[in-house]
């Protein structure tokens, strides 16, 4: 069963915001942004507060709930 541990990709898709155009707001790389979309890592509470920011949505909805 595949983990998924943050909606960022979710998140983007909602509000039409492309992963480039986050990682240019939030000051990564693509690679990163690419990286947390795909759950292959996950940002720090501090980046996921900015992207929450970014996407103006509350930082919880980027979280997965159990």
Known sequence: MESRLNRIKVA???????QKELATKIGKSFSTVNAYCANRQQPTLETLDLIAK???????TLVKED
């Open 12 to 18: 983007l898709v909602e509000r039409n915001v492309s």
């Open 54 to 60: 970014v996407l103006n949505v509350p930082m919880r």
